[in-house]
């Protein structure tokens, strides 16, 4: 009965090479996130779907990009990954029907680019 | 623009003291205030969230936080600390003219020695 999940929880790839992590929630909820967190735990938010439709979309390489084919997934594709993507990604979802966005984080994906 | 800011990267209390994590909001409209906890290798979960329908807010695990509008504060407090609270916390605010956006804190460590 997992509310946000991710997968894989780890990934360890080269320099180069094109990577995908998955998120799905079985919420209900209408608006889905992702999330890089740095080695100094600092969160940045980097894109925002809400009922499929691209909402936010901050300064993020064009090597990054989301894809949400429904309203319960959203997934991140990377391109010619590079050093500094190393971080933790996390997917996140909240409710329709508030303003107040409470956000449910999935369990992140360890990225290690080498 | 908003902003949130946490004083302090790191705290260190014994177990049984004071527990205080500090936070500093700056909005230009009535903000959504929230805590998130982020234990280690996991992802955030709320701790409690201020919405405007009370300025003392209580949250899980014994927490609670005072919103002061007359200082953009919103310090998070626990009387008496455990040492299972030992985690990351974030401060985060939403809405008015940020939208959707959620902004993070930088987060604060909280240590708590034995």
């Known amino acids: 009965d997992t509310a946000v999940s991710q997968t894989p929880k780890y990934l360890v790839t080269q320099m180069g090479n094109d990577k995908s992590i998955k998120c799905e929630q079985n919420l209900g909820h209408d608006t889905m996130y992702w999330y890089k967190q740095d080695s100094k735990k600092f969160l940045k938010i980097m894109f925002s779907y809400n009922n499929k439709e691209l909402i936010i979309n901050e300064t993020v390489p064009n090597r990054f990009s989301p894809k949400s084919p429904d309203k319960a997934h959203l997934n991140l594709h990377i391109n010619s990954l590079e050093l500094g993507d190393s971080a933790v990604y996390f997917c996140?979802?909240?409710?329709?029907?508030?303003?107040?966005?409470?956000?449910?984080f999935g369990p992140g994906t360890r990225l290690l680019v080498l | 623009a908003q902003s949130v800011t946490q004083l302090g990267s790191h705290v260190s209390v014994s177990e049984g003291a004071l527990v205080l994590l500090r936070c500093n909001y700056s909005s230009s409209v009535p903000p959504y205030l929230f805590w998130y906890v982020q234990y280690p290798n996991q992802g955030l979960q709320l701790l409690l969230k201020y919405t405007s329908a009370a300025t003392l807010v209580k949250g899980i695990n014994g927490f609670e936080a005072e919103f002061k509008k007359s200082e953009t504060s919103f310090h998070l407090t626990k009387p008496s600390a455990h040492m299972s609270d030992a985690a990351e916390y974030f401060c985060a605010v939403s809405g008015g003219t940020g939208g959707f956006k959620t902004i993070f804190g930088a987060g604060t460590r909280l240590f708590v020695k034995a």
């Open positions: 996140a979802s909240s409710p329709p029907g508030t303003p107040v966005k409470t956000q449910y």
